[in-house]
Every structure is written in structure tokens, then in C-alpha cells.
């Protein structure tokens, strides 16, 4: 059996109960470092991944095979990857929160009409999105940061919108900032792991 389990948004409170108890039962565990170093207590097998993980070889163990992902799994997280290589018959997805979510909630503002871009390690028509949405959540990368985001919407003289960035949500360096697309292209700060949230007008 494949468990994807979603781990919420970093800090080990915003994990759910059940999903806590798909991990303890778990023969391999398998996630990034950050991931897997939360659960050394858990005694079993644990593969790390990245980017040359062979997929295969790992779902064709024997036992219970717990796969943790950052956040929601199924919002532009690893379930798309394993979807490619496990029968749906044989696979649990446990929903988790995602720092999309974590960060609305802190902005204290709703998800209604919000669209949902991921900038991570792929491309989507982002200012598309900010002229139709009101509301827009944005998955960054090294590449596509707060400042990127800042420079396209200025270019696109998006300049009414405010741009909020949650860095290291959850955990206890967490900060929330929100800025104009002018002020954020004057902060020369190097935010750590982030999401981004661009709202327009009273929002």
C-alpha cells in the first residue's frame, strides 16, 4: 500500500491525527530532508528525495510505503508524480494544509475566487491571473521570487496591487509582509521559503 500524507505547512501541530498515524505505521518513509528529519523518532526505512529519485524502484517495496509532502499533495504537490506510477486502487491520498491556505488564514482574508499559480520549477500566465482574479496565490521558487513577482506586475503596470509574503510560515521564524509593487522591488531582502499572496483594492 502507497500513502501520500500531507504534512501541513512545516510545523508539526498543523498535521492531523490520522495522518500521524499513517507515518507511525509506515515500513518505508519517504520525503525531502526537512521532511524526514521531523520523524526520526519513527523507526522503519527512510529514502530521501530529489530531483533523480527513482520512483519506481521505491512503490515496488515490500510493506507500507508513506510518502510526505509538504502541504496539500494534490495542489501542485508530489501526488501528481506518483499518480504517473502507482494504480489508484493501491493508493491513499490524506489531505493536508497547505501554506496557501496557512496564509489566508493569517492575511485573515477568504479563499472564495482565489486562483492558484505555482511558479515552482515551472511557468503560467501569472499576470493573466492578477488582471482577472482579485485575489492570486503564488508557489515561488529561487528563481521566481516576491521580487520577480514585484518586476512582472510593474511591467504590466499592475501597480494598484499589494503583494503579501509569508516566509517560513509556521514555523517560529515566520514572518508576513505586505508591501506595495513598488516597495517590494526596493527590498533588497533574500526571503527564505515562501508563498505570496497579491490582492487588489480594500482586500
Given amino acids: 500500500m502507497v500513502t501520500i500524507v500531507g504534512i501541513g505547512p512545516g510545523n508539526k501541530k498543523f498535521i492531523t491525527t490520522y495522518a500521524l498515524e499513517r507515518i507511525k505505521e509506515a515500513d518505508v518513509l519517504v520525503g525531502g530532508r526537512r521532511h524526514l528529519e521531523e520523524f526520526k523518532d519513527i523507526d522503519c ?29 494534490s495542489l501542485y504537490g ?28 493569517k492575511l485573515k482574508i477568504t479563499m472564495n475566487d482565489l486562483a492558484v499559480v505555482s511558479l515552482h ?4 500566465d501569472l499576470v493573466k491571473k492578477v488582471k482577472e482574479n482579485k485575489k492570486v496565490a503564488i508557489f515561488t521558487d529561487d528563481t521566481h521570487t516576491p521580487q520577480f513577482v514585484a518586476a512582472m506586475l510593474k511591467e504590466e503596470n499592475l501597480q494598484d496591487r499589494k503583494i503579501h509574503v ?33 490582492t487588489c483594492g480594500n482586500i
Avoid: W
Fill in 121 to 124: 520549477g515551472r511557468t503560467e
Fill in 45 to 73: 526505512e527512510k529514502i530521501m528525495i530529489n530531483a533523480s529519485t527513482d520512483y519506481h524502484s521505491i512503490l515496488n517495496k515490500e510493506g507500507n510505503i508513506v510518502i510526505l509532502a509538504s502541504g496539500e499533495p
Fill in 78 to 105: 508530489i501526488a501528481e508524480v506518483i499518480l504517473k506510477y502507482v494504480d489508484k486502487n493501491q493508493l491513499e491520498i490524506i489531505p493536508g494544509i497547505s501554506s496557501i491556505q496557512y496564509m489566508c488564514a
Fill in 166 to 198: 509569508g516566509e517560513n510560515l509556521s514555523y517560529d521564524t515566520e514572518r508576513i509582509y505586505s508591501f506595495t509593487v513598488e516597495e517590494l522591488l526596493n527590498c533588497n531582502k533574500k526571503f527564505d521559503l515562501n508563498v505570496v499572496v497579491i
